[in-house]
C-alpha cells in the first residue's frame, strides 16, 4: 500500500513537473524583478534618483554610515546567498543549478514579510572564499540568508561570518526546520500531555538541519541525554565517536549506548524526527514508540513515513507531521525564516540569536492555538483547522503569522541587547498589519478607538458558528462586549464544539422573560398590524426582532444581523423598530474599498434603488460621516457619466441638483461637487485642470453613485479587476447602531462591522442626529 501511494505521489508530482517547466519559463524568464520606488518619469525625477541629486545622500552617508539605513534599501534589503552545494532533494547541483531555488527564497521573503531580496550564487567549493566574499557584502545588505549549502562547512561560514559582520546571518537550512519544528514539538507535548524535559528523541539523520534541530529542542527544554541521532551508518555512540568514526558535529550527541540501527533506537521513543530519506521508517518502527507518539517526517519529497501509513500504525493518537503540504502539520521554514527576518531588519539587529529564534517558536505555538481565520480554512479546501492532533503548527498562508513572529523577535532582540533601533512594540504590530493591506491599516483606526471604551453589540442569528467566532474574537481583543441572541444549547454545543474557552453572554429568544420586548414591539408597531400576541412571537422566534428591540430600548448599544437573512428581510426588522436617526429620513449603506494604497469610499451600493436628489444629498452627508469615523477627511464626488453640465437629462439634473444642495448647506464643512464622470473624480490633472472651478483641490475619496445599479457594478468591478479589499455594507441613518452582514460573509467580516457599530455608539447623539429622524420604515423602505 505504501509502495502504491508512493508511485501514485510520483506520477502527481511529475506533472507537477511539466507546469514548474513552463511557470518559470513564462515570460519574463525566472521569478523576480526589479521595480523602482520613487518617480522616474520626469527629467527632475531622475536628476533627483542619480546625477546630479544622489551625490547629497552619498555625502551624508559617508559623514554617518547609519545614514545608509535612510537614505537607501539596506534596511529592507537581504542577501539570499548560496553555492549550491546541498540543494534540497537534488544535492550539490552548483551554484548557478541552484538560481531558481534562490530566486523562490525571494519571492517568499517579499510573500509573506514584504522583504526585498538579490539573491546570489557564488561559484566557490571553498568556505574561506565563501566567507571573505559574504563578509565583503555587508555594506549592500541589511541581512544575509544563507541556504543549501553542505555540512560541515555551513556550521564554519555561519559562525565566522557572525562574528565578522555587523548583520544578522543566518543558515536557514539548519535553523528553519529547528524552529518551526520545535513550535510543532511544543504544541504536540502539550496535546500528548508530556513533558518536554522527559521525552526520548531519536533523529534520522545527521546534517546541518539534524545537528540544528537537535540543539534547538535542548535550548526549548529537551534533555540532552535524551536524544538519539541516527545517520546512515546507524546510532551515533560514544564508541563510533572515539573511534573517529563521526565528524566534530555529530559528536556532540553522541549517546553511551549499544550500536544498533534505527528501528532499535525508535523502540520506545517519544518523538521521531526525520531529516533524512523517504521510505526507511515501517509501521513496526512506529508500532514500537512510547504511547501517543510524536512523528515527524520530514524528508522531501517522500517522509520517511507515508501519513496515512503512520496514523494506521497504531490505536491511539500518533501526532504526525511531514514537509508536505497536502497533509495536516506541514513544517515549512516559509512560516519562519520571512517573519524573523523582519523583526530583525527593524530593529537593526546585529545576528539573530537563541533568544530570538526561542521567541518565534513560542510565537507560532502560541498562534496555532487560537481560531484560524476562515481565508486560511478556505485556502485548505475548507478542512477542519482546530488546534489538536491534525493542527499544531499554522498555515504558512495564515496573514497573523506576520504580527505575530515579527514583533516576538524584535522583543527578543531588543531584551537580549542585540538589536540597535528600539521599538514601540504594541504599534510595531499594528504598522505590520498595515503592510498585509490599506484595509487592515484603516480597520486598525477603528479597531483603537473601539478598544478605548467597549460597547454591547447583540448579535442576532449568534448560534451560528460564525457569530460564535466573532464574538470570541471580539471579547478577547477588547473590542466589543458581544450578546449572542440565539438558541442557549446549541451556541454551548458549537463552544465546545470549537474548543473554545468561552462563556458568552446569551440571550435565547425561547428562553427567559422577553415580555418588555414585545410590549415595546407592541408599542410601536400596533398601528402597522402587529397585535401583542405577534409581538410576543416575534420576539421569542426571531433573534433579529429581539436584538432590535434590545438595542432600541438601550440594553445593548448596536446590533449586527444577516448571517442567514438576505439583506432586505436583515434590514426589515431594526427598520421597523430602531427607525432613523432624528433629522434623518433614508437609510443608505457604503462599502469602504481600498486598492494598493488609495482608499474610497462607495454609496449608495446596498439599500436605495433609485435615490432622488434630496436623498442622494443625504447619502453624501452620511457617508462623508462614516469616512471621518476612519480618520480620512471626505471629499465627495457626485458621479454620472456627464461632466458639470455636458450632458442633461433627468438623471443628470438630480445629480446636479444634488451637489447644489449640499455646496449652498451652511452646515456642510467638507468639500463636494458633481456632477462628474468617475475618471473626472479620481485624475488629478483632469479635476484641477481641465475643470479647475470645481470645489474639489484633490481627487474625491467619497464616489456617490446616482443608483444602486451603478453603486453596485462599480463596488464589484473593484474587487474582481482591480482585487480591491472592501469593508461594509456600513449603514448610515439609523436611530442606533445598526450593521448588516451578508450571508456567505467571514468571520473577519463580523469582526470588522462590529467594531464599527462599537464606534458609532461611542458617538454622541448630537453626531448621530447628522446621520440619521426617528421615522419607523416599511418593507417599501428596503431594496436591494
Do not use: W
Request: aromatic share 6%; with cysteine.
Amino acid at each position: 500500500m505504501g509502495r502504491f501511494l508512493l508511485t501514485q505521489q510520483r506520477r502527481i508530482d511529475m506533472g507537477l513537473d511539466e507546469d514548474s517547466l513552463e511557470y518559470h519559463e513564462r515570460e519574463p524568464p525566472g521569478k523576480i524583478e526589479i521595480n523602482t520606488t520613487k518617480p522616474a518619469s520626469t527629467q527632475r525625477d531622475l536628476s533627483l534618483a542619480y546625477s546630479p541629486g544622489v551625490a547629497e545622500p552619498c555625502r551624508h552617508i559617508a559623514d554617518n554610515p547609519d545614514d545608509a539605513y535612510r537614505y537607501t534599501s539596506k534596511g529592507n534589503l537581504v542577501g539570499v546567498i548560496s553555492n549550491g552545494s546541498a540543494v534540497l532533494g537534488l544535492g550539490d547541483i552548483g551554484a548557478q543549478a541552484s538560481k531558481p531555488v534562490m530566486e523562490g527564497k525571494g519571492v517568499l521573503f517579499k510573500r509573506f514579510a514584504d522583504i526585498d531580496v538579490f539573491d546570489i550564487e557564488l561559484d566557490f567549493d571553498d568556505a574561506e572564499d565563501m566567507i571573505n566574499t559574504i563578509d565583503a557584502m555587508e555594506p549592500t545588505f541589511g541581512g544575509i540568508n544563507l541556504e543549501d549549502i553542505q555540512a560541515p562547512e555551513c556550521f564554519e561560514i555561519e559562525e565566522r561570518l557572525g562574528e565578522l559582520m555587523d548583520i544578522p546571518v543566518f543558515h536557514d537550512d539548519q535553523h528553519g526546520t529547528a524552529i518551526i519544528s520545535g513550535a510543532a514539538l511544543l504544541n504536540a507535548v502539550e496535546i500528548a500531555d508530556k513533558d518536554i524535559e522527559d521525552l526520548e528523541i531519536v533523529f534520522s539523520g545527521a546534517g546541518a538541519s539534524a545537528i540544528a534541530t537537535a540543539r534547538f529542542y535542548v535550548s526549548l527544554g529537551v534533555q540532552k541525554d535524551n536524544v538519539t541521532m541516527c545517520d546512515s551508518s546507524g546510532i551515533i555512540t560514544e564508541k563510533r565517536a572515539e573511534a573517529g568514526d563521526v565528524n566534530e558535529f555529530k559528536q556532540e550527541f553522541a549517546q553511551d549506548r549499544p550500536e544498533g540501527d534505527l528501528a532499535d533506537a525508535m523502540d520506545g521513543a517519544d518523538v521521531f524526527v526525520g531529516l533524512s530519506v523517504g521510505g526507511i521508517v515501517s509501521q513496526d518502527m512506529v508500532r514500537s514508540m512510547a504511547d501517543n507518539p510524536m512523528v515527524f517526517a520530514m524528508a522531501n519529497p517522500d517522509p520517511e513515513i507515508g501519513y496515512e501509513e503512520a496514523k494506521a500504525a497504531r490505536d491511539d493518537d500518533v501526532i504526525m507531521a511531514t514537509g508536505r503540504s497536502d497533509y495536516p502539520n506541514q513544517i515549512n521554514n516559509v512560516l519562519g525564516f520571512p517573519f524573523i527576518f523582519r523583526g530583525a531588519l527593524d530593529v537593526r539587529a546585529t545576528d539573530i540569536n537563541e533568544d530570538m529564534k526561542i521567541a518565534a517558536a513560542r510565537a507560532l505555538a502560541e498562534l496555532a492555538r487560537k481560531d484560524v481565520p476562515d481565508a486560511v480554512v478556505k485556502a485548505y479546501g475548507d478542512q477542519p483547522l482546530q488546534f489538536g492532533p491534525d493542527y499544531i503548527i499554522p498555515k504558512p498562508v495564515d496573514p497573523r503569522v506576520l504580527f505575530e513572529v515579527a514583533p516576538a523577535i524584535a522583543q527578543a532582540a531588543m531584551d537580549s541587547g542585540v538589536a540597535r533601533q528600539e521599538l514601540d512594540i504594541e504599534a510595531y504590530a499594528e504598522e505590520l498589519e498595515a503592510r498585509l493591506g490599506k484595509s487592515r491599516e484603516m480597520m486598525r483606526i477603528m479597531i483603537n478607538k473601539a478598544k478605548t471604551d467597549p460597547k454591547r453589540v447583540a448579535l442576532a442569528g449568534g448560534d451560528d458558528e460564525k457569530m460564535i467566532r466573532a464574538a470570541y474574537q471580539l471579547e478577547e481583543q477588547g473590542i466589543a462586549h458581544p450578546v449572542l441572541i440565539g438558541d442557549g444549547d446549541t451556541i454551548d454545543r458549537r463552544i465546545d464544539m470549537l474548543g473554545l474557552d468561552y462563556d458568552p453572554e446569551v440571550a435565547d429568544p425561547g428562553e427567559g422573560d422577553h415580555e418588555k420586548y414585545a410590549q415595546r414591539l407592541h408599542d410601536l408597531r400596533k398601528r402597522k398590524g402587529v397585535t401583542p400576541n405577534k409581538a410576543r412571537s416575534l420576539v421569542q422566534t426571531d433573534s433579529n426582532y429581539l436584538a432590535s428591540a434590545m438595542v432600541e430600548m438601550g440594553d445593548v448599544d448596536a446590533m449586527l444581523t444577516g448571517l442567514t437573512y438576505n439583506y432586505p428581510s436583515a434590514l426589515r426588522p431594526p427598520l421597523e423598530v430602531v427607525g432613523t436617526a432624528p433629522d434623518a429620513e433614508y437609510v443608505s449603506g457604503a462599502y469602504m474599498v481600498t486598492c494598493q494604497n488609495n482608499v474610497v469610499f462607495v454609496a449608495d451600493a446596498i439599500v436605495n434603488q433609485d435615490p432622488g436628489a434630496e436623498e442622494l444629498a443625504e447619502i453624501a452627508k452620511n457617508t462623508a460621516n462614516i469616512a471621518r469615523d476612519f480618520n480620512v477627511e471626505p471629499r465627495v464626488a457626485m458621479l454620472s457619466y456627464s461632466n458639470f453640465g455636458s450632458v442633461e437629462t433627468e438623471g443628470t439634473k438630480k445629480v446636479s441638483e444634488a451637489a447644489r444642495t449640499l455646496r449652498e448647506d451652511d452646515n456642510i464643512d467638507f468639500p463636494v461637487d458633481g456632477e462628474m464622470q468617475a475618471d473626472t473624480a479620481l485624475v488629478e490633472e483632469t479635476l484641477t485642470g481641465t475643470y479647475d472651478f470645481n470645489e474639489l483641490d484633490q481627487p474625491a475619496n467619497v464616489l456617490i453613485f446616482p443608483n444602486l445599479e451603478a453603486g453596485n457594478i462599480a463596488y464589484f468591478l473593484l474587487r474582481r479587476l482591480a482585487g480591491a479589499d472592501s469593508v461594509g455594507p456600513l449603514l448610515a441613518g439609523t436611530d442606533e447602531p445598526v450593521h448588516v452582514v451578508q450571508r456567505g460573509d467571514e468571520v473577519q467580516d463580523i469582526v470588522n462591522l462590529a467594531t464599527v457599530a462599537v464606534v458609532d455608539a461611542q458617538d454622541d447623539y448630537e453626531e448621530m442626529g447628522q446621520r440619521g429622524t426617528r421615522i419607523r420604515g416599511d418593507e417599501s423602505d428596503v431594496h436591494q
